[in-house]
């Protein structure tokens, strides 16, 4: 047992962590940790930060390990925001927070998990503290990569590049933590594109299986322009419905936390007015929330149905590259049988431009009529 | 209601002692305890109203209230809210339903769910009189409710202003009932679209459908006209965008939904018979290819007006000049 041992499948990055643990010289006080989506960059930082706790670097088993690890570190500060951008407020708040010094720890350490959110305001209000931290600060950003961090940050922290771990290892850190079957880890991890977190909710959760299974039949199923429009609908619904499986139990885990902190009775009717704000303003949280989660589900919805188009391009060109739907061949077939290698790529190209539109706050739903519409198969 | 005809006021129903009103849309449900009220006037012309809200009751509230009084009057007892009552109240409700007193009307609300479920039970068995109030979501479910509306005051409406007035300002049900009410109170004769014009063309959804309708028609320069003249007067474009799309979506659906009758294809659409005719006439001069090339221009439009393009004004009118350029057959 280890802090490292669910960092999975990122030997180069962990060979600079580790040196840094052990050696002084090889240690700075502002990290960089970049990498796609589901590489664990918040996994690696966190157990970068229990390493540097633990009297015997990280040795996993005592208590500054356990709690760096599991978030509640009275010196390891995690902060993410669900909302799409880290405000100035936010940002003052660290910096102050960060100029205090270790409480039972070794070092002070901040971890902002999604640095790609700070605006260039809130950015330049860390700048400072950054620059110049207090001897035993340190600060660990993470984004997904180098270009989505202000280039002032960027040039003022050490870079760790996490990569996409290979399914193999994602597979087995599925049976080795959560005692999944290996069979369905090895689906899980090839399907989830070696994310993690999501990986796991594919192995463990049989609706997201059929709502993944669902988006990819778009692939071979849009004639007409009837057809077409349909299919964005349908996208549309499926996210809606991966949406409220992962927040509904999320939400209402939250207020429950919330009630009980604040010592309300979680089962009155009413609550007094000052608890009813505290959950008013809980609620717009979530809201602002649900928002961003459902462009991210639509989002992986689309990383999915990529992955068809690119599996059946690999077939078209025989490449020796390991196919992401191994586990739904025939659809693979039956697209590389459809389309020649260039309608493919303009597929993909259709896709791309949906993502990008999406994320640019184009109406979900005519973003994907716009895709769809390039997606129908010739007749 | 200041202004019901004589004629259904002359004939009220006779209101049972028990009453539910039961589905989620507040309208409509708000709408129902205020008629049973009113019918329990007629003959009981000193009825004296009691409401209880779920959020503020105090046990045995409902059961003091019951108790006969010294002076014998008729009363109402309007609980709300059942769907989220405390145990209390809901064990109070069962105890007034096993030996109800006479002289007082029990009218209880539910939204939808499962609390309170052994209340609602027991007040069907004691066959209490069921209103429904359902959501209305569908377009054809605010036509639905708008020409309700206007017929219930005894006003004509023409299919046309009831189109119109949907158009405008049927985002919101409460939004659409208080402008059904207003053109009852304000206007006399029949009310035909000139009137909802009038009350409601400057609504940004009715510009959005204005330019909608002529850019589908393939009439280029109103479209045109329409639309320079909105965003001059300050309208944002990026609704106008939305109804665009919206509405050459529906054509779509409409266009591969095959020959039915317009009644059954508006119902597996979840659109009103009218939208269905309407697309239907609309469809004249389109190929679906064209359609869909039109609807690829929106989008790309909406990159540009939320921030995507330079010109967001010459975004919207290059979609609409692609729109009526397909619907003259590219
Ligand atoms: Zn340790």
């Given at each position: 047992m280890s802090v490292w041992s669910d960092v999975v499948g990122q030997e180069p990055a962990l060979a600079v962590l580790q040196r840094a643990v052990i050696d002084p010289d090889a240690m700075t006080h502002a990290w960089l940790f970049t990498g796609p989506p589901g590489s664990g960059r918040s996994v690696a930082a966190r157990a970068f930060a229990a390493a540097l706790q633990c009297p015997t670097g990280g040795c996993g088993e005592c208590r500054e390990c356990r709690t760096a690890l599991d978030g509640t570190h009275a010196d390891v500060d995690l902060v993410s925001t669900e909302g799409l951008s880290i405000g100035v407020s936010m940002a003052r708040q660290l910096v102050e927070l960060a100029a205090r010094r270790p409480s039972v720890g070794r070092w002070r350490v901040v971890v902002i998990e999604d640095a790609d959110r700070l605006t260039e305001h809130s950015g330049n209000a860390l700048l400072k503290a950054i620059e110049e931290p207090t001897s035993r600060t340190i600060w660990m950003l993470c984004a997904p990569s180098l270009e989505d961090v202000l280039i002032t940050l960027r040039s003022r922290s050490r870079h760790v590049r996490l990569r996409t771990p290979p399914a193999e290892a994602?597979?087995?850190?599925?049976?080795?933590?959560?005692?999944?079957?290996?069979?369905?880890?090895?689906?899980?991890?090839?399907?989830?594109?070696?994310?993690?977190?999501?990986?796991?909710?594919?192995?463990?959760?049989?609706?997201?299986?059929?709502?993944?299974?669902?988006?990819?039949r778009l692939a071979v199923r849009i004639r007409g322009v009837g057809d077409a429009v349909d299919a964005a609908a349908d996208l549309v619904k499926i996210a809606e419905e991966e949406k409220d499986n992962s927040l509904t139990e999320r939400n209402a885990r939250e207020l429950s936390r919330l009630l009980e902190t604040l010592g309300a009775d979680p089962t009155a009717r009413t609550q007094p007015p000052h608890i009813r704000s505290q959950i008013a303003a809980l609620e717009k949280e979530q809201k602002t929330r649900a928002t961003r989660v459902g462009r991210d589900v639509i989002d992986r919805s689309l990383t999915d149905l990529l992955s068809v188009y690119r599996d059946a391009l690999v077939r078209h060109t025989g490449a020796p590259v390991a196919m992401v739907n191994q586990d739904n061949a025939a659809l693979v077939d039956e697209l590389a049988g459809l389309l020649g290698p260039e309608q493919l790529l303009a597929a993909m190209d259709a896709i791309g431009t949906a993502r990008e539109r999406i994320e640019a706050n184009v109406a979900p739903l005519l973003a994907l009529e716009a895709m769809t519409l390039d997606l129908r198969l010739p007749r | 209601m200041t202004d019901v005809p004589v004629d259904v006021m002359d004939v009220p129903r006779r209101v049972p002692p028990l009453a539910l009103v039961s589905g989620p849309e507040q309208v409509i449900a708000d709408r129902a305890v205020k008629g049973l009220l009113e019918d329990l006037r007629v003959s009981q012309p000193d009825l004296e109203v009691v409401r209880l809200y779920a959020a503020s009751y105090a046990p045995g509230d409902l059961l003091a209230q019951a108790a006969p009084s010294l002076f014998g009057?008729?009363?109402?007892?309007?609980?709300?809210?059942?769907?989220?009552?405390?145990?209390?109240?809901?064990?109070?409700?069962?105890?007034?339903?096993?030996?109800?007193?006479?002289?007082?009307?029990?009218i209880v609300r539910h939204k939808s769910g499962n609390r309170g479920k052994k209340v609602l039970d027991a007040l069907r068995s004691a066959r209490a009189r069921v209103v429904e109030a359902p959501a209305i979501k569908s377009d054809r479910d605010k036509t639905d409710f708008a020409s309700h509306e206007f017929r219930a005051a005894h006003r004509r409406a023409t299919p046309g202003a009831v189109r119109a007035l949907v158009e405008?300002?049927?985002?919101?049900?409460?939004?659409?009932?208080?402008?059904?009410?207003?053109?009852?109170?304000?206007?006399?004769?029949?009310?035909?679209?000139?009137?909802?014009?009038?009350?409601?063309?400057?609504?940004?959804?009715?510009?959005?459908?204005?330019?909608?309708?002529?850019?589908?028609?393939g009439d280029t320069s109103e479209a045109l006209r329409l639309l320079r003249h909105a965003i001059a007067v300050g309208?944002?474009?990026?609704?106008?965008?939305?109804?665009?799309?919206?509405?050459?979506?529906?054509?779509?659906?409409?266009?591969?939904?095959?020959?039915?009758?317009?009644?059954?294809?508006?119902?597996?659409?979840?659109?009103?018979?009218?939208?269905?005719?309407?697309?239907?006439?609309?469809?004249?001069?389109?190929?679906?290819?064209?359609?869909?090339?039109?609807?690829?221009?929106?989008?790309?439009?909406?990159?540009?007006?939320?921030?995507?393009?330079?010109?967001?004004?010459?975004?919207?009118?290059r979609a609409v000049l692609t729109i009526t350029r397909e619907r003259r057959g590219g």
């Open positions: 994602v597979a087995e850190l599925l049976v080795r933590r959560d005692g999944i079957d290996p069979q369905m880890a090895l689906y899980a991890a090839r399907a989830a594109q070696s994310h993690v977190g999501l990986a796991r909710r594919l192995a463990t959760d049989e609706g997201t299986r059929i709502r993944r299974r669902d988006a990819l | 009057g008729d009363k109402a007892i309007v609980v709300h809210d059942l769907d989220e009552a405390p145990d209390e109240l809901q064990a109070d409700l069962l105890a007034f339903l096993a030996a109800p007193e006479d002289g007082v009307t029990l405008a300002v049927g985002q919101s049900v409460s939004e659409l009932a208080s402008a059904c009410q207003q053109l009852i109170a304000d206007t006399t004769g029949t009310i035909d679209e000139a009137v909802v014009e009038l009350y409601h063309g400057g609504k940004v959804e009715a510009t959005g459908f204005r330019v909608a309708d002529a850019a589908v028609a309208v944002d474009p990026v609704p106008i965008v939305a109804v665009l799309a919206q509405q050459l979506r529906q054509l779509v659906r409409v266009g591969s939904a095959g020959r039915g009758r317009s009644v059954d294809v508006a119902r597996d659409l979840g659109l009103a018979p009218w939208q269905v005719d309407k697309a239907r006439r609309s469809l004249n001069g389109w190929t679906p290819d064209a359609l869909g090339r039109s609807i690829q221009a929106v989008a790309a439009a909406d990159f540009d007006v939320k921030g995507g393009g330079r010109d967001p004004v010459y975004a919207v009118e």
